[in-house]
């Protein structure tokens, strides 16, 4: 018998992620010798800290090494939860955060943990990646609101009331947004909220990028008064201090669904690292002085990637306001040989420019491709070059 008839139907409900993907086809092209310019997968291009690697390294002599808590140490749910207050004024207690293997994770659980067969969960598109396999593998249904490419993608409330129903168990928003950049105003944000009390469902805010804002002051929706029934927040190390590799992630909810999601992780990951918990506790209560020089330097980049976009024929791009990728409407280039959908222009823009980028139909768009400036500006310089010659050529 081969393997793959043993292969679950509730595998083949989920599909291998995109960012993935094109990361690990860059990087074959790399081994091979080939000069890729990767503008595929959103990670800080920044070292780690020193403190927070000097945490790490302490944890090792000190042989914390063993088991720990499956939802984390006290320690580590004590110091996000104080951070989370500190950013956001809001007012979680230990008992109400569960640390994950990555926000990834974090959202895998609540997803697996909330979700029934039948029920709908509403996921504004453009969208992560992550957000429709993950509803399809708990057997929900996805329900796919559409925003406004010319308003900047943003979910208002407006949008989301119409895809409503007596089904809807769970919102999904994502501010700033993966891959447009979009940032939710705080009073649509509170609109959107209030729909949430209205309605009954579950509001989950996706804060991977949350202190990434260009113009916003930062915001979250569980400041709100009365927040924690309707809202759980989902949120990462990851880019915010350049640990990506840690996989350390964070959900803060109630103590009923906080201990639903602790109970599925206990058969799962048993416990996040040990080692990267206690870097966590340092990047989350030492200085913060790491984060406003990535944002000086993404700055500066966004800048030269929106110019640079704009000038070339057939594309235009919105400014993000967030996080750090531009996301281009190919517009007029699309259609040609070797260029008929945004897949077809990402696959070929690596084989002959060794350009990698994210194709739109991966968010939920079919005019647009993702672009990470999460790189240096030589890199950043040389990939557009190489974008904008491909272009020229079939323009």
């Known amino acids: 018998m081969e393997a793959q ?11 291998v992620s995109s960012t993935m993907k094109v990361a ?7 081994r091979e010798g080939a000069d890729v310019v990767d503008f595929s997968v959103g990670e800080p291009d920044f070292p780690t800290p020193d403190n927070v690697k000097q945490a790490a390294i302490d944890a090792i002599h000190g042989n914390f090494t063993k088991y720990t808590p499956a939802a984390g140490i006290v320690e580590l749910k004590q110091a996000i939860v104080d951070r989370h207050r500190a ?7 230990p008992t109400e955060c569960v640390v994950t293997v990555g926000g990834k994770h974090g959202i895998f659980n609540l997803t697996q943990t909330v979700l029934n067969h039948g029920d709908e969960a509403i996921i504004p598109i453009p969208y992560w990646v992550t957000f429709k396999d993950v509803v399809n593998y708990a057997g929900a249904k996805c329900v796919f609101a559409q925003t406004n490419e010319d308003e900047g993608f943003v979910l208002t409330a407006a949008i989301l009331e119409r ?20 940032v939710m105003a705080r009073e649509e944000f509170e609109k959107i909220f209030w729909l949430a009390k209205k ?10 990028y949350c202190r990434f804002l260009y113009e916003d002051e930062p915001f979250s929706i569980a400041s709100m008064p009365d927040a924690k029934e309707n809202v759980v927040v989902c949120g990462s190390l990851s880019k915010t201090y350049a640990m990506t590799g840690w996989r350390i992630g964070f959900t803060l909810s109630t103590p009923a669904l906080a201990t639903a999601m602790t109970k599925l ?18 990047a989350v209560r030492g200085p913060q002085d790491s984060i406003l020089t990535m944002m000086a330097e993404y700055r500066r980049r966004r800048q030269f990637v929106v110019e640079r976009l704009r000038q070339m024929p057939g594309v235009k791009t919105q400014m993000p306001r967030g996080a750090f990728y531009a996301y281009p409407n190919l517009g007029s280039v699309l259609g040609k040989p070797g260029t008929e959908t945004p897949f077809a222009f990402a696959e070929t823009l690596l084989k002959e420019e060794q350009v990698a980028t994210v194709p739109g139909e991966a968010f939920g768009t079919d005019a647009h491709i993702r672009i990470s400036y999460a790189t240096s500006m030589e890199q950043i310089a040389k990939g557009l070059d190489r974008l904008e010659r491909f272009i020229r050529a079939r323009v």
């Open 24 to 30: 690990a086809e860059a990087d074959r092209l790399r």
């Open 265 to 282: 992780a206990s058969h799962s990951t048993s416990n996040p690292t040990s080692i990267a918990q206690k870097a966590a506790v340092e």
């Open 199 to 208: 309605h009954g469902f579950l509001l989950m805010t996706d804060e991977c």
């Open 163 to 182: 895809y409503i129903t007596p089904k809807t168990k769970l919102v999904v928003v994502n501010s700033p947004n993966n891959p447009s950049g979009s």
């Open 87 to 93: 950013d956001y004024g809001t007012n979680y207690a």
């Open 5 to 15: 008839s043993f292969l679950s139907e509730r595998n083949a409900l989920i599909s």
